[in-house]
């Protein structure tokens, strides 16, 4: 059923989209099924979760760490890990530099924008973002590359409400684009919809989705 639904996801995706199978909660063997059918990006909400399915899953996999991060966290996957979304804070993006320059690595990341209307969702405010990227502070950090911006819509089926939600960061990533020129931060992902959502995210100009549910089935509550 896994290697079916990745089948059936992938085909609607343009050549331009990555797919990132979120399989926090799920049993080693459920990844290893997405392996066998070609899946090499998986997202992970807990660090040691992801540390242990690291351990013993084929090491060309790009683990990607999707969850709300806890900086005294950040040292027990900075070997391995590809890509950290949800960046919110300029303290966290000096803590990964910090511990990617002990193993020698540049590590991507994502900073999130609050595009919500959910007070539940993390994530720093446009301003915010555009006042990190041009800090001195910011430029110092030579361990990391931020590789673009990740947003989380509100959980709503007001298809005008999200396409507006969507349509705000697409602009924003844009113009940041545009303006940057700065060699840690190369923007070239736009990190945006989830099972219930990333159709409509594509058509706003997303190049990353986020998919769990539609591939795993529901997930595992721990």
């Known amino acids: 059923m896994i290697q079916e639904n990745l089948k059936k996801i992938k085909a609607t995706l343009p050549n331009n989209v990555t797919l990132v199978a979120v399989s926090k909660t ?11 059918a070609g899946q090499r990006v998986f997202g992970e909400n807990k660090i040691q979760e992801m540390v242990d399915k690291f351990d013993v899953l084929p090491k060309d996999i790009q683990w990607h760490m999707i969850g709300h991060l806890q900086s005294n966290k950040v040292k027990y996957m900075a070997h391995f890990v590809n890509l950290i979304h949800g960046v919110d804070k300029l303290k966290t993006l000096k803590v990964i530099n910090k ?7 540049v590590i991507n990341c994502l900073l999130q924008a609050k595009i919500a209307e959910e007070d539940s969702k993390f994530g720093l405010s ?12 910011f430029a110092a950090l030579e361990n990391i590359n931020v590789a673009g911006f990740m947003g989380m819509a509100t959980f709503t089926s007001d298809e005008n409400q999200l396409n507006n939600e969507f349509s705000s960061l697409k602009k924003f990533f844009d113009k940041q684009k545009e303006a940057i020129e700065l060699s840690n931060c190369n923007l070239e992902i736009l990190s945006m919809g989830m099972s219930g959502d990333y ?23 721990n």
Do not use: C, W
């Not at 446009?126 to 502070?137: E, G, M, Q, T, V």
């Open 99 to 105: 511990e990617a320059k002990k193993h020698n690595r």
């Open 26 to 36: 799920k049993p080693v063997e459920d990844l290893q099924d997405a392996y066998d």
């Open 199 to 221: 159709p409509l995210a594509i058509e706003n100009g997303s190049t990353m989705v986020r998919v769990g549910s539609a591939i795993f089935g529901s997930r595992n509550y």
């Open 126 to 137: 446009f301003a915010d973002i555009d006042s990190i990227l041009h800090s001195d502070d």
